[in-house]
């Protein structure tokens, strides 16, 4: 296998969020707080196919650009991810989100030393009402 890591450029514009984002949900973290630290437990749940909608990014203002870049991530010339950096800019760490049903996410998350600072269960009933997706941010300082 060959995994090859790349900066953005105009050859490699269309390969911007063409990975797959399914996943099958068959368990989320139950949520607990408790002396100022947030705590979850993983219960099962009836396994479901889920997909993130595409972020829509205007890729093209990453390109020779010092402030921002995408990396994009190749495995054997399929692509395979893509990231952005912030250590060696100086920035102070990362946060990002992700829901308490994307569990396998979570615990890549943690593996890397992330921590879960926040939560939001209201965030995502604005746009589906009737949904038990809560909000979790992870936070790695550096």
Not at 5 to 16: A, N, Y
Not at 67 to 73: H, M
Request: proline share 4%.
């Amino acid at each position: 296998m060959e995994l090859a890591l790349l900066t953005l450029d105009v050859e490699h514009l269309q390969d911007v969020n063409r990975c797959d984002s399914s996943f099958t949900v068959a368990s989320k973290l139950i949520l607990n707080a408790q002396n100022g630290e947030i705590g979850y437990q993983i219960v099962s749940v009836p396994a479901y196919q889920k997909r993130y909608p595409v972020d829509v990014l205007d890729a093209i203002t990453y390109i020779d650009n010092p402030d921002k870049v995408i990396f994009l991530a190749y495995l054997d010339g399929q692509i395979a991810g893509q990231i952005r950096w912030a250590k060696a800019r100086g920035f102070p760490g990362i946060m990002l989100e992700t829901q308490n049903n994307n569990v396998a996410a979570c615990r890549l998350y943690e593996r890397t030393g992330m921590q879960l600072g926040g939560f939001d269960k209201y965030l995502y009933k604005g746009i589906t009402p009737d949904t038990e997706e809560i909000a979790l941010y992870w936070y790695l300082i550096f």
